[in-house]
């Protein structure tokens, strides 16, 4: 068993795999192909193996960084409707810019902040995806329906457990350093 040699630029893990575009490049079956090589195809990612070591071409072709323009596109009108549409998003956006501005005057650790971001930023996941799941129920069946209605309810469930684990996790937080800064 020969094991490839390891380059000064990449990391010495045997199996580092994280291949993006399966092009190969052709100097890869030379002689010290273990060597970067750049040309006209662009930026190399190396997989070193047990038996073999290959340069795979990685980097976004046009049509692949057009998909994530609109994909990312697609996602920043979906905030723009939540916060047209949904007054509870707006509270939400409200509520966790008090917890930032609150954190931030108090001085909270860079751990409790982090926190508090992914509370704020779980909490509006899940009001983002009640309000999708509500706007599919309506476009499926206009008419009122039980099964519809208890889809509804149990997506509202879903916002209402994360905004009191949201509530629970900030107070904990937020309930010492007030105490100590009175």
Request: charged content about 15%; aromatic content about 10%; some cysteine.
């Given at each position: 068993?020969?094991?490839?040699?390891?380059?000064?630029?990449c990391s010495p893990v045997l199996f580092?795999?994280?291949?993006?575009?399966?092009?190969?490049?052709?100097s890869t079956k030379r002689e010290g192909a273990h060597q970067r090589k750049d040309n006209e195809?662009?930026?190399?990612?190396?997989?070193?193996?047990?038996?073999?070591?290959?340069v795979f071409a990685v980097g976004y072709n046009k049509p692949m960084l057009d998909k994530k323009v609109n994909s990312l596109r697609n996602?920043?009108?979906?905030?723009?409707?939540?916060w047209k549409e949904e007054l509870n998003f707006r509270i939400e956006i409200g509520c966790g810019i008090a917890a930032i501005v609150a954190a931030c005057f108090i001085g909270v650790s860079h751990l409790?902040?982090?926190?508090?971001?992914?509370?704020?930023g779980f909490v509006l996941s899940a009001e983002a995806l009640n309000t999708a799941l509500e706007e599919f129920c309506d476009m499926v069946q206009s008419n009122p329906d039980p099964h519809i209605a208890k889809i509804k309810d149990l997506a509202a469930?879903?916002?209402l457990i994360a905004s009191c684990t949201a509530l629970v996790v900030g107070a904990a937080i937020f309930i010492p350093h007030l105490i100590s800064f009175s």
């Open positions: 068993m020969e094991v490839a040699p390891q380059c000064t630029w580092s795999v994280i291949v993006r575009n399966h092009r190969m490049n052709k195809n662009g930026p190399y990612f190396r997989v070193h193996g047990r038996y073999d070591s290959r996602a920043l009108a979906g905030l723009a409707i939540a409790e902040f982090l926190i508090i971001l992914l509370l704020i469930a879903a916002v």
